[in-house]
């Protein structure tokens, strides 16, 4: 691997920085969890996917641009580098799609991803139950074939911005008579049928940026499943790959976190260097983002030439979660008693969206698979150590 860019890259990084230019909202948009927040970001969303933005990495006629992982990772960097919105279906965009591609029928492709990626539908999540987070194998909700529909009964939890959202994912009991993760199936269903409950769930921000789903008789046609009959849990492994690997979290939203972490430690510098590990601190957050953003593109390289992510998607969930609160976690300690006002507070001065992003930082080690789950996978896929 040669670190320089092509003639090509180049260009193409200046045709993604001159729009975003011109287009990236000058003002920033409302939290996404509230109801003129989601408004604001799937119109920006709109506007992106006008632009031939949506999601670069997939075919053109499927609503994308054609691009490879590298070309992916500098529309990162220019995206997060022009201060854009948080992608606000990027569960869609980022874990479902990417499993389209590999598992949806041609038909699927095409009915699903155009519209994913000018948000026309914005995708949940359903996987989580009362019952099953990290033991996803525990999944109980039903989906039982009755002739060309599927009746699903049960309950999913944690679903994010379900409340906003047109359509879910879910993973389903097909088989009522199976265990772990046999007989299980990949269903996508529109969130508006009869039978679909789906009550709001507040979080540490005071916003409902959760959902619980609850099903009572749901009926689904069969058409909806992706892949086949029983062979949800490998689809879900594709998905959970994603998740924990390159798509949903690219290194440039952390080069960004660490490059406004460096202005703040500078603007503050008086008040800062009186505590020296805060200035370490911030050099380790720095490097750190640059380590990451290195490994990534060696994993970007090697995807690109044909080799397949395993379970080192494991490595990468724990580096970026922890780094994230590592970063949010500097930044208040920069900011002092100051840390803890809202941004439209009278002496907020510098602070920002701060505090918003270290309340957020804390539930990186869990989602996408908690951290201590990714410690298992290590040590038994990677390490061969006994389970
Ligand atoms: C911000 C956020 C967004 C989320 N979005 C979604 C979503 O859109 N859709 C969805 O379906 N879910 C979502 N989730 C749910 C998430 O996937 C689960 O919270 C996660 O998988 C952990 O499951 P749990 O909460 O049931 O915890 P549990 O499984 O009960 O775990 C509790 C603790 O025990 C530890 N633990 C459990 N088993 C083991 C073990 N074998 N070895 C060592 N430690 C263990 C865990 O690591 C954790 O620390 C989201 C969660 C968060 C925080």
Redesign the pocket.
């Known amino acids: 691997m040669e670190l320089k860019y092509t003639p090509e890259q180049e260009a193409f990084r200046q045709e993604v920085r001159a729009w975003m230019k011109a287009n990236v909202p000058k003002e920033p948009l409302q939290d996404f969890d509230t109801e003129e927040g989601f408004k604001q970001h799937r119109a920006w969303e709109a506007k992106l996917n006008e632009g031939g933005w949506g999601m670069v990495t997939w075919p053109r006629e499927l609503g994308g641009r054609g691009c490879n992982l590298i070309e992916w990772l500098i529309f990162e960097e220019e995206y997060w580098g022009a201060g854009a919105p948080l992608r606000v279906n990027q ?1 869609g965009i980022f874990l479902l799609g990417p499993t389209l591609m590999e598992y949806g029928t041609e038909e699927q492709k095409k009915r699903f991803l155009p519209r994913m990626a000018s948000c026309a539908d914005m995708w ?13 194998a525990a999944i109980r909700t039903k989906a039982v074939r009755q002739g060309d529909h599927y009746v699903i009964n049960g309950q ?7 409340r906003w959202a047109d359509w879910a994912f ?1 993973i389903f009991r097909t088989d009522p008579d199976s265990e772990r993760h046999h007989g299980l199936s990949y269903i996508l269903l529109p969130l508006n049928l009869p039978g679909i409950t789906i009550r709001p769930i507040r ?1 540490l921000n005071g916003l409902a ?2 959902a619980e789903i609850f099903f009572d008789d749901v009926k689904v046609p069969v058409e909806n499943l992706l892949g086949t009959e029983g062979g949800g849990w490998n689809v879900a492994m594709a998905t959970a790959g994603f998740e924990r690997g390159l798509m949903l979290r690219s290194p440039a939203r952390y080069q960004e976190t660490a490059r406004r972490l460096v202005q703040l430690y500078l603007a503050n510098r008086e008040e800062a260097d009186r505590d020296p590990s805060i200035r370490e601190a911030v050099l380790k957050a720095w490097m750190d983002a640059e380590a990451y953003t290195l490994s990534t593109y060696r994993t970007a390289s090697k995807l690109v030439n044909g080799a397949k992510i395993g379970p080192e998607s494991s490595t990468n969930k724990i580096f970026w979660s922890e780094l994230d609160i590592q970063m949010h976690d500097t930044a208040m300690r920069i900011l002092g008693p100051r840390a803890e006002l809202l941004p439209e507070a009278p002496d907020a001065g510098d602070v920002g969206t701060w505090l918003d992003g270290f309340l ?1 930082s804390q ?11 990714q ?2 996978i290590i040590a038994e896929r990677m390490l061969g150590m006994p389970r």
């Open positions: 569960n949940a999540q359903a996987w989580s139950e009362p019952g099953a987070g990290s033991d996803m999913k939890t944690w679903s994010t911005r379900a879910g979080q940026g959760f957020f539930a990186g080690t869990i989602y996408a698979g908690s951290n201590e789950i410690r298992n």
